[in-house]
């Protein structure tokens, strides 16, 4: 078996197993961080592919952007896990359906793939996956979708901060303007009171209060 080859399985087997770790993980977290692993084991067999802009670009853009985001937002939405977990099973055939007609989309395009593999293809170009002539079809035939895409993730953007900006009543904060505006006679302020008689701490303040003396015993 060739190193290339061994690769190839190597990075196979570890994205099946963080695919399948993504949708059977208990705590989000745990889930996001396995598909981060995921998306590096896609991008290594990428790169097997000999495919290294797309390669680079899940790494950077879905790793180092998307993957990143969506775990800060997991983190500061607080999630409560148990009451998602209630309603799993009431998604679950909706859940199941779909999953069905995808694997049957998949699986009955790469079998019309392989069978349609004995007509003739024209030739493949010399440049298919060079960064530039991907940069040139980019920026010529599909700019505007392009750009439309680049739209939508800055709309997921503004989203998740909107959505991580909420008040909370148990959540402490100041105002920098505010703190910024202050004067030092805000901090600061001199109150004067009148002086108070010295009280003896011997004599009782009240001599009403003062408990009647002992009678004397009688001599005989």
């Known amino acids: 078996m060739e190193f290339k080859t061994f690769l190839f399985y190597a990075f196979s ?4 197993i963080a695919a399948l770790r993504v949708i059977t993980a208990r705590n989000p977290v745990h889930a996001a961080l396995f598909l981060v692993l995921s998306f590096f084991s ?3 067999i990428w790169m097997l592919l000999k495919a290294e802009f797309l390669s680079i670009v899940l790494v950077l853009v879905y790793v180092g952007a998307v993957m990143v985001l969506f775990l800060f ?29 995808i694997v ?22 010399a440049n298919i996956g060079n ?7 980019i920026y010529t035939e599909y700019v505007y979708a392009f ?32 703190a910024v505006k202050v004067k030092s006679s805000d901090r600061v302020r001199i109150v004067k009171m009148k002086s108070e008689a ?5 004599a009782p303040a009240n001599p009403a209060a ?3 003396a002992a009678p004397a015993a009688p001599q005989k």
């Open 147 to 178: 750009e439309i895409a680049a739209v939508i993730l800055l709309v997921a953007i503004v989203a998740a901060v909107a959505l991580t900006l909420r008040r909370r009543k148990d959540s402490k904060y100041f105002s920098p303007s505010a």
């Open 42 to 44: 896609a991008a290594g």
């Open 13 to 16: 087997v570890v994205l099946v």
């Open 104 to 125: 049957l989309e998949m699986a009955a395009v790469i079998f019309h793939g392989f069978q349609g593999s004995e007509s003739d293809v024209p030739a493949i170009s």
């Open 198 to 202: 010295k009280v003896d701490p011997v």
């Open 210 to 212: 003062t408990p009647p």
């Open 73 to 101: 937002v997991v983190m500061m939405l607080d999630i409560n896990l148990d009451k998602m977990r209630e309603g799993f099973w009431g998604y679950f055939p909706l859940a199941a359906t779909v999953g069905t007609v």
């Open 131 to 137: 960064t530039k002539e991907l940069g040139k079809l």
